[in-house]
């Protein structure tokens, strides 16, 4: 699986953003997919992941309640609604596709990575 992110941009405190992550290859529907994030000078986290069928998700407690992932097998694509975003968000963000069927929390279970979208909230 190849993957792609993109939608990151600048945003104020409070706004909304959508990353898509657009995938290629054969197995994307038996892929458990998730996102990450990488703020300067911090080390990668984990944001939310979604399971091969769209019907089961998590999300870090960061995020919960402000974030939503979903997914479109037949468009073999991913997206990240980002709402009520915080200056704490700012980070690179990776979207990542695992082996397995249910997501994981933990990056080591993911194999495949996108090459990251920036997404700067100003306060």
């Known amino acids: 699986v190849q993957l792609q992110a993109s939608g990151g941009g600048l945003v104020q405190a409070g706004g909304s953003l959508r990353l898509s992550c657009a995938a290629s290859?054969?197995?994307?529907?038996?892929?458990?997919m998730g996102w990450f994030r990488q703020a300067p000078g911090k080390e990668r986290e984990f944001v939310a992941a979604?399971?091969?069928?769209?019907?089961?998700?998590y999300y870090a407690d960061s995020v919960k309640g402000r974030f939503t992932i979903s997914r479109d097998n037949a468009k073999k694509l991913m997206y990240l609604q980002m709402n009520s975003l915080k200056p704490e968000d700012t980070a690179v963000y990776y979207c990542?596709?695992?082996?397995?069927?249910?997501?994981?929390?933990?990056?080591?279970?993911?194999?495949?990575w996108g090459q990251g979208t920036l997404v700067t909230v100003s306060s």
């Open positions: 990542a596709a695992e082996r397995a069927l249910i997501g994981s929390s933990r990056s080591e279970d993911y194999d495949h």
């Open positions: 290859g054969r197995t994307f529907s038996y892929s458990a």
């Open positions: 979604i399971d091969w069928s769209g019907g089961s998700t």
